[in-house]
C-alpha cells in the first residue's frame, strides 16, 4: 500500500481521502472563438513582416558557413554549394545515389 501511495504521489495523481497530494494540476485557459457565417477573412491574416524570412535565413545561413572538422576544414554550405555547382555542370543527368550532395542535402 506504501509503495503504491509512493508511485501514484511522483506521478503527481491526487489521492482521495485525509492525505492529498500537494501537486494540482494549474486550470486550463480557455479563449471563447465566434465564428460567423458572411463575415469575410481577414486579409492580413498572415501579418507580413519582411524581417521574419530575413533573419531565418541569416539565422540558418550563418552557422552553416562557418568551417568544422567534420568536414575537413571546410563549411556545410560551401560543400553544398560546391556540389550543386558540380550537379549542375552535367545538368540532363541528376545526382547519382551515391554523390555526397544527398548527404549534403539531408544535413542542410
Known sequence: MALSMKSAQSL????????RSAVRAAPA???AVTVRAGQPY????????????VLGFLGWTIPA???TSAFG????????TE????????????PSIDDRFWLYFALY
Not at 481577414?42 to 524570412?53: F, I, Y
Not at 576544414?73 to 553544398?80: D, E, K, M, P
Not at 556540389?83 to 543527368?93: E, G, H
Open 29 to 31: 485557459s480557455r479563449r
Open 65 to 67: 558557413n562557418i568551417p
Open 12 to 19: 503527481g495523481v491526487a489521492r482521495r481521502g485525509p492525505l
Open 42 to 53: 481577414p486579409s492580413d491574416w498572415l501579418r507580413k513582416d519582411p524581417l521574419v524570412p
Open 73 to 80: 576544414g571546410s563549411s556545410l554550405f560551401g560543400l553544398f
Open 83 to 94: 556540389r550543386i555547382a558540380a550537379n549542375l555542370a552535367s545538368f540532363p543527368q541528376g
